[in-house]
């Protein structure tokens, strides 16, 4: 009787590798991680200006009751100059971005702006990554929709592209 | 037309192996009449020739680069290399499978033609159930996979191939590992035809034998050139990832390693009949898992192909059909088998069943760790399990099994005494223990997997060379050979993998251009930084001396690739062979005070790993050779 079991025992256990594989199949798959800073108030920090053109950037920017998108971004980073159109493209859609460039120096963000569009109010300049880490964020680039309240509502890893606009834009409409 | 041609050939086939299963099944069931179901061999031949032609087909569309075949427009380009062209049929899904079928059908046709040494009612059944593979194979290709669609209207020029795919290496990779894949599918036919016709036994474990020792060879291949493939071009300096598609190929090779060993105890002693015949089903299947895994899209891996549930759905129809319709018949037929000769528990087969055991233990600690996120997903959670788990629970066994694989070849059939054993095996043990001692006095704080790899390597290694001790070395025979120069490449394989991780030495600095840095033994000096211009790509390349202590310096050229279309960046790390070991750099990011990162690895006898690779399917070649050359004079079926 028990060799019996024994013999039918590869059979079962395919069986149940194979349930797993077609439930697997079937559950769409779920490539955005929820970040743990969703729901969390911003920090408080103040950084200084990055560049002369545009004003410093305080966690209080953030908490004016208006929605805003903030992008962590660096005038070193090649995916930051891909991005660039798509933030320009979300600044005309009356999108208010501040921006936060890291370990750079004014000369570079400003020739970063001249050559690839400006879409920022603010742009507050984080030498060390302090900020950036206290905002749970690893790269560059990286955004955050932040409601009027200093919530976080959203965090994009990595560049924004032309099919995140709408997620973009439908995540700033929910934090109003 | 050739498209076409191709098309109406790869129907042709197909229709062909719906006859070789019909022939194959009534032949089962009207047992006195051989004659008709003889007539499966010239069919399962012909279906060979059909497929074969369809892939010429294929071939030569993407040697004349006709944009009007979706296939070719979407995977090649008019201006592309002859090598990279024809690699291009099946460096994508549809040829690739198309492929696949072709060397499964090739494989039946041969099976056809040679084999001649197994009963004539087992040959039928084994030739029904190669048939009835290949016919979900040609039934995949023809409804879901059609390589030979055409496109209208035709585009003046293809896309190209992905640039990471055009590398010499990745031309041969694929083929390598379906020559394994497909050789285990034989392997399953072989033994779903033994148990159709109770015909589990030593005559047929030789003729199943050439196949497993041919696919297991194929296989160590693939895996070694996949193996150092991943280290040179992803830049991140490491050998082995876990990565679902490398466990995908791993868990056949650790299937087929564990049948290889009793395919052997059932052709000399006719033992393990029940276990080599589930094996022998295990191992196709986790060829077909893999090939699940990988296409479906189910687990996120670097390969990345076409994803499509769809096919994933079609795939997991065929493998509930063929496994479970394997296990199934198992489950109803071995019971039937007699049971086969007994042995001690000090022998060569029991160190063989130690053998079968251990390795079964690491299939199972690779399958779990490769398919718990695939179950913790179903369950709606998201992990990922990597290196933290798979190197101290696969590492430790292997381990074990490395010195079973010392001891086992120095045992005698059916009975030995232990202490006989134990003094053949104390020249080997005394060198492990000398290498231990070595080791942990000039380098105490190393990994305790890494000191105890090292000495279990000196172990295998000395005991490996053992059974030709005091022998005639012209009368040992070519299997022989086979078996020492395989299970010493295990011990160079494990010797290298184990000075690595013990011995590397990795940095990350930052140098201005003129500046110096070191790692290990070496003064590395960065001479100067410059953009460089390739065809579908520019780059930063630096430009690096080496020099070790006073000797000659070597040059490297890293460089910080950026392809134009899609934008990728890419880092193409400079490696430099030197005896004993391989210098390894990569070019990062340059800081804003000018001056560039630099990740340097000296990795010491790290060589070994790919070198033990090769002698380890060396190994399988030669006893392949070895074996056939033996038997070929044994008695034939009409002899009998």
Request: glycine share 10%; proline share 6%.
């Amino acid at each position: 009787m028990m060799r019996k079991i024994l013999l039918w025992a590869p059979l079962m256990v395919f069986a149940l590798f194979l349930g797993v594989f077609l439930r697997g199949l079937h559950v769409p798959e779920n490539t955005t991680i929820t970040s743990k800073m969703v729901g969390k108030v911003v920090p408080d920090f103040a950084l200084p200006a990055a560049v002369s053109s545009h004003p410093a950037l305080t966690s209080d920017d953030l908490k004016q009751g208006k929605p805003i998108l903030l992008n962590i971004f660096a005038s070193w980073c090649l995916p930051c100059i891909a991005e660039a159109p798509v933030l320009e493209e979300l600044k005309r859609q009356g999108v208010e971005i501040h921006g936060i460039a890291i370990r750079d120096t004014p000369e570079d963000v400003g020739d970063f702006l001249t050559q690839h569009g400006d879409p920022y109010a603010r742009i507050g300049s984080d030498v060390s990554s302090q900020v950036q880490i206290s905002l749970g964020s690893s790269g560059v680039p990286e955004s955050f929709v932040v409601d009027g309240r200093g919530v976080v509502r959203l965090q994009h890893i990595g560049d924004i592209r032309k099919e995140d606009i709408t997620k973009i834009l439908a995540a700033l409409e929910d934090a109003k | 037309m050739i498209a076409e041609l191709g098309l109406g050939l790869l129907w042709l086939a197909a229709g062909l192996a719906v006859l070789q299963f019909f022939l194959g099944a009534n032949a089962l069931r009207m047992k006195g009449r051989p004659d008709l179901g003889l007539a499966i061999q010239p069919v399962a031949i012909a279906q060979g020739l059909l497929a074969g032609l369809s892939f010429l087909a294929l071939i030569y569309l993407f040697f004349v680069s006709d944009m009007s075949v979706k296939l070719v427009a979407a995977n090649s380009h008019s201006e592309k290399p002859l090598l990279y062209k024809i690699s291009g049929a099946w460096g994508n899904h549809e040829g690739s499978m198309l492929l696949w079928v072709t060397i499964l059908s090739l494989a039946g046709g041969a099976i056809a033609l040679v084999e001649r040494r197994i009963r004539e009612d087992t040959l039928i059944a084994t030739l029904m159930a190669q048939g009835l593979i290949a016919l979900g194979f040609y039934a995949f290709l023809l409804f879901s996979s059609n390589p030979f669609e055409r496109l209208n209207p035709s585009p003046p020029e293809g896309n190209g191939l992905n640039p990471l795919l055009q590398d010499p290496g990745l031309a041969f990779h694929p083929p390598t590992l379906y020559l394994g894949y497909v050789g285990l599918s034989v392997v399953f036919s072989f033994a779903v035809g033994a148990l159709l016709t109770r015909d589990v036994g030593p005559a047929f474990a030789r003729a199943m034998r050439p196949w497993v020792l041919g696919a297991w060879a194929f296989l160590t291949i693939g895996i070694t050139a996949g193996s150092y493939w991943a280290y040179y071009e992803l830049g991140w300096g490491g050998w082995w990832f876990w990565d679902p598609v490398e466990n995908a190929s791993l868990m056949p090779w650790l299937a087929a390693t564990a049948l290889l060993h009793s395919v052997t105890v059932l052709a000399t002693r006719d033992s393990l009949r029940a276990w080599t015949v589930m094996l022998a089903v295990v191992a196709f299947s986790m060829s077909m898992v893999g090939t699940f895994l990988v296409r479906s899209g189910i687990l996120t891996s670097v390969h990345a192909f076409a994803v499509d549930p769809e096919r994933g759905s079609f795939i997991l129809a065929l493998l509930l059909l063929y496994i479970g319709g394997a296990l199934a018949l198992f489950a109803l037929r071995i019971s039937t088998v007699r049971e086969g000769a007994q042995f001690e528990p000090v022998s060569r087969e029991a160190a063989l069943v130690l053998n079968n055991l251990l390795l079964t233990v690491i299939l199972g600690v690779v399958l779990i760790g490769t398919l718990y996120p695939i179950v913790a997903q179903a369950m709606g959670q998201q992990i990922s399990i990597g290196p933290p788990y798979f190197n101290p629970a696969a590492g430790s066994v292997a381990l074990l099994l490395i010195l079973a694989m010392a001891a086992g070849p120095l045992l005698r059939w059916r009975r030995d005494g232990f202490a006989l054993l134990v003094r053949r095996l104390a020249v080997p043990v005394a060198l492990g223990l000398g290498v231990l001692i070595a080791v942990r006095i000039a380098a105490p704080d190393i990994g305790t997997l890494s000191w105890l790899g090292l000495s279990t390597a000196a172990v295998a290694g000395a005991a490996s060379i053992a059974p030709l001790w005091k022998r005639s070395l012209k009368r040992t025979p070519l299997f022989t050979w086979g078996m020492v120069v395989a299970h010493f490449g295990v011990a160079v394989a494990l010797a290298g993998m184990a000075a690595d991780t013990a011995f590397m030495k990795e940095r990350l600095v930052a140098v201005a251009e003129g500046g110096e840095a070191e790692v290990g033994p070496f003064k590395v000096r960065l001479n100067a930084v410059t953009p460089v211009i390739g065809p579908n790509w520019t780059a930063l390349e630096a430009r690096i001396e080496a020099r070790r202590g006073d000797g000659t310096p070597v040059v490297l050229r890293p460089q910080a690739r950026h392809y134009m279309d899609p934008p990728t960046d890419t880092s193409e790390a400079a490696i430099t062979t030197l005896i004993d070991g391989q210098l390894y750099v990569v070019l990062g990011k340059v800081n804003e005070d000018g001056r560039w990162q630099l990740r340097l690895w000296w990795k010491p006898w790290v060589t070994l790993i790919w070198f033990g690779g090769i002698l380890i399917a060396l190994g399988g070649i030669l006893a392949l050779v070895g074996r056939l050359w033996r038997e070929r004079r044994l008695p034939k079926r009409d002899d009998q």
